[in-house]
């Protein structure tokens, strides 16, 4: 028996989502201790400088919560996938668990 998952083809895709929202996380973390820093400048250059970086931390607040929701997304739907798998083979998902546990155990009890 063959079992082909769409969803383990898409993991490479995930990490890298991963590591982009990880990016952004620090990117707007790093911005806004800026915005803060700078605060005290007056000049107009600073306030150019600071409404275009606040208008950067924006965009970027916005494209990491559309990429968590994505993610989000993506892991209900390969949720839904492996309920609908586990639902049509119960045996065989049962038979896997077991075998998965008992390599699990003896790994453990190894020494």
């Known amino acids: 028996m063959e079992t082909h998952f ?31 820093a700078t605060a005290g400048e007056v000049g107009e250059k600073a306030k150019e400088a ?18 968590e929701d994505q993610t989000l997304a993506t892991a209900q739907a390969a949720a ?8 049509s083979h119960p045996y065989e998902s049962m038979g896997v668990a077991f075998g998965v546990g008992l390599l699990v155990g003896v790994l453990i009890t190894r020494k």
């Not at 409404?51 to 919560?65: D, F, K, Q, V």
């Not at 839904?80 to 639902?87: F, L, Q, S, V």
């Open 50 to 67: 600071r409404s275009r970086l606040n208008a950067a931390l924006e965009r970027a607040r916005t494209t990491c919560g559309q990429l």
């Open 6 to 36: 769409d969803s383990m083809e898409a993991a490479h895709g995930t990490l890298a989502r991963e590591r982009v929202m990880a990016d952004l996380r620090s990117l707007i973390h790093d911005s806004e201790e800026l915005l803060k």
């Open 80 to 87: 839904r996938k492996a309920d609908t798998t586990i639902r």
